[in-house]
T-cell receptor
Framework: GQSLEQPSEVTAVEGAIVQINCTYQ??????LSWYQQHDGGAPTFLSY??LDGLEETGRFSSFLSRSDSYGYLLLQELQMKDSASYFC?????????WGAGTKLIIKP | DTGVSQDPRHKITKRGQNVTFRCDPI?????LYWYRQTLGQGPEFLTY????????KSRLLSDRFSAERPKGSFSTLEIQRTEQGDSAMYLC??????????????FGPGTRLTVL
């Protein structure tokens, strides 16, 4: 079967750093993407990793270890507007296979 | 680039009725995807097109679901004889497929369907 596991909810304080983990088991793997989705909104692309290592884009970084079937999204200097759900998604052939999402709750 | 648009944004219908949703992708994108998302879950792939060709439709949830992209631009998703279990957000995404690497998919705002 194909599955992605990520925590259902994470709570952090404004200004802090938070890491959202994702482990996957899929029949095909071409890369791992991360999307942000605010309540009632559309998923918005954040980052993509095809190779092992860290990709940095501003306050957000994403890491991939293909040998461990593991990745994470790192959010720094958290702002209230970062409160949203975050999804990891595996590129498997023509489709994206999605995790169930991690709801990030930020407290002032 | 005006982004992916979907119409309508909300649709309320009675069980047994047919509904049709429209998606307009980013103009230069050759691939178009349809997903369904229910509360607390990630998007679930339904089907996709490359230009006007529907390359995968086995994931459509039942034969009540069909999609078209007749001219390789906008697409429609139709659900016939709607059931209450069809209530969900229907998302459209588009991408530019070059064949060298996986595409980044850009999503529209979705159509929220409520079946009474």
């Amino acid at each position: 079967g194909q599955s992605l596991e990520q925590p259902s909810e994470v709570t952090a304080v404004e200004g802090a750093i938070v890491q959202i983990n994702c482990t996957y088991q899929t029949s095909g793997f071409y890369g791992l993407s991360w999307y942000q989705q605010h309540d009632g909104g559309a998923p918005t692309f954040l980052s993509y990793n095809a190779l092992d290592g860290l990709e940095e884009t501003g306050r957000f970084s994403s890491f991939l270890s293909r040998s461990d079937s593991y990745g994470y999204l790192l959010l720094q200097e958290l702002q209230m507007k970062d409160s949203a759900s975050y999804f990891c998604a595996v590129h498997s052939n023509y489709q994206l296979i999605w995790g169930a999402g991690t709801k990030l709750i930020i407290k002032p | 680039d005006t982004g992916v648009s979907q119409d309508p944004r909300h649709k309320i219908t009675k069980r047994g009725q047919n509904v049709t949703f429209r998606c307009d992708p980013i103009s230069e994108h050759n691939r178009l995807y349809w997903y369904r998302q229910t509360l607390g879950q990630g998007p679930e792939f339904l089907t996709y097109f490359q230009n006007e060709a529907q390359l995968e439709k086995s994931r459509l949830l039942s034969d009540r679901f069909s999609a078209e992209r007749p001219k390789g631009s906008f697409s429609t998703l139709e659900i016939q004889r709607t059931e209450q279990g069809d209530s969900a957000m229907y998302l459209c995404a588009s991408s530019q497929h070059s064949g060298r690497a996986p595409d980044t998919q850009y999503f529209g705002p979705g159509t929220r369907l409520t079946v009474l």
